[in-house]
């Protein structure tokens, strides 16, 4: 069974490889992010001259774009589209 000391040591390899890597990024793909939003459910309580609003969260997804390295791994995420394609590109 893996240590948390080995798992540190991997993840100080993979951070090494990483940083020395020339990146070679894939296709950029869809990889939206769940985000918890609080929203107001209507009405309010009060304690004195302090307003509560009822509020409670509902999971939205957030349209992001990643890519991930042939090489080493590493994924970079996007929230524009544009940028990812260029970067893509350079
Ligand atoms: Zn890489």
Redesign the pocket.
């Known amino acids: 069974m893996e240590t948390i000391e080995d798992l540190e040591r991997n993840i100080k390899e993979l951070k090494r490889q990483?940083a020395i890597?020339?990146?070679?990024f894939g296709e950029p793909y869809s990889d939206p992010e769940t985000k918890r939003v609080e929203y107001h459910t209507g009405g309010y309580t009060t304690q004195g001259t302090h307003i509560n609003y009822n509020t409670t969260y509902r999971e939205v997804k957030v349209p992001r774009f990643a890519r991930k390295?042939k090489?080493?791994g590493?994924i970079q995420h996007t929230y524009e589209m544009v940028n990812i394609a260029k970067a893509v590109k350079n």
């Open positions: 990483q890597c020339k990146h070679s390295c090489l080493c590493k």
